[in-house]
Nanobody
Framework: QVHLVESGGGLVQPGGSLRLSCAFS????????MGWYRQASGKQREVVAT???????RYSDSVKGRFTISRDNAKEMVYLQMNSLKPEDTAVYFC?????????WGQGTPVTASS
């Protein structure tokens, strides 16, 4: 069984930065594709960034150039560095882990970009 725990969310002024972390517990972390998703109030959950087991990254157009996803296989951690935050980035951010036939979610960490 896989367990994901996010941390690092909070309140930040527009233009500021935050770094989200996701701690993975379970087996075979290096085989999982990992990702960050977000869900704003009243909206559907959407993908923010993903990173494969081979460290190939993809970003949504709304965060490209501002956010960076990375993983540390030795520490079994995934990170999301968020720079130049905008009010529209306000959402609960979820960590996701997936392999063929199995998908897991964390409980989410809230991010609010507001003055």
């Amino acid at each position: 069984q896989v367990h994901l725990v996010e941390s690092g969310g909070g309140l930040v002024q527009p233009g500021g930065s935050l770094r989200l972390s996701c701690a993975f517990s379970g087996s075979l972390f290096r085989m999982f594709a990992m990702g960050w998703y977000r869900q704003a109030s009243g909206k559907q959950r959407e993908v923010v960034a993903t990173i494969t087991s081979d460290n190939v990254t993809r970003y949504s157009d709304s965060v490209k150039g501002r956010f960076t996803i990375s993983r540390d296989n030795a520490k079994e951690m995934v990170y999301l560095q968020m720079n130049s935050l905008k009010p529209e980035d306000t959402a609960v951010y979820f960590c996701h882990a997936g392999v063929p036939g199995a998908t897991f979610w964390g409980q989410g960490t809230p991010v609010t970009a507001s003055s």
